[in-house]
């Protein structure tokens, strides 16, 4: 069975500073692995994805990822934050189609 | 192409009463999700349909929820009889074959 782990229900930065939020996956194949965001009272939009290929990822509004197979992980990056940042994000890991969410990381950019 | 749209967007019913959400997907996706977002829970998935069929519903909670797609550009997600734990944010979410999903803004239910 395919699952996400995102470890840290909240993490808190200050503008400027890297943001790291951490997602591992389980999975008996390949994945296909996704970040969400998710501002108050909205739904989810996508910041990046990963099929094959390149295991950098870039997303949009500055972030990246990148899939590390022997550590299970896909975890998000974005080297300064900024206060506009400040939302809920979720890794997903989709197969078949199917697609997973982990729990959750509520990121706070303090000024 | 306008996204998914979910209806309606925020929806008070009493405890008992039938609910009934809808989802526009975008036009020409295959995949149709129903997921729930809770505070204790997360994003659970409910259900998912492949060109207008259900493939996954072990997701959904028990007999009271059920889905239908009666074709490709209309689903629904109904709940009958209510129950104030059903309260919670529904989504919405379509896509094409091994892409991204595209979540609507949700349907906000309040179950008294």
């Known amino acids: 069975a395919q699952s996400v782990t995102q470890l840290g229900s909240h993490v808190s930065v200050s503008e400027g500073a890297l943001v790291l939020l951490r997602c591992n996956y389980s999975?008996?194949?390949?994945?296909?692995l996704f970040w969400y965001v998710q501002y108050p009272n909205q739904g989810l939009q996508l910041l990046l994805k990963?099929?094959?290929?390149?295991?950098l990822v870039k997303g949009i509004n500055g972030f990246e990822a990148e899939f590390k197979k022997s550590e299970t992980s896909f975890h998000l990056t974005k080297p300064s934050a900024h206060m506009s940042d400040a939302a809920e994000y979720f890794c997903?890991?989709?197969?078949?189609?199917?697609?997973?969410f982990g729990a959750g990381t509520r990121l706070a950019v303090h000024p | 192409d306008a996204g998914v749209i979910q209806s309606p967007r925020h929806e008070v019913t009493e405890m008992g009463q039938e609910v009934t959400l809808r989802c526009k997907p975008i036009?020409?996706?295959?995949?149709l999700f129903w997921y729930r977002q809770t505070m204790m829970r997360g994003l659970e998935l409910l259900i998912y349909?492949?060109?207008?069929?259900?493939?996954?519903d072990s997701g959904m909670p028990e007999d009271r929820f059920s889905a239908k797609m009666p074709n490709a550009s209309f689903s629904t997600l109904k709940i009958q009889p209510s129950e104030p734990r059903d309260s919670a944010v529904y989504f919405c979410?379509?896509?094409?074959?091994?892409?991204?999903?595209?979540f609507g803004q949700g349907t906000r239910l309040t179950v008294v």
């Open positions: 349909f492949n060109n207008n069929v259900p493939i996954d």
């Open positions: 036009s020409g996706h295959d995949y």
């Open positions: 997903a890991v989709s197969l078949d189609n199917k697609l997973i």
């Open positions: 999975s008996s194949v390949p994945p296909y």
């Open positions: 990963y099929t094959t290929g390149a295991t």
């Open positions: 979410a379509s896509s094409g074959f091994l892409a991204e999903a595209f």
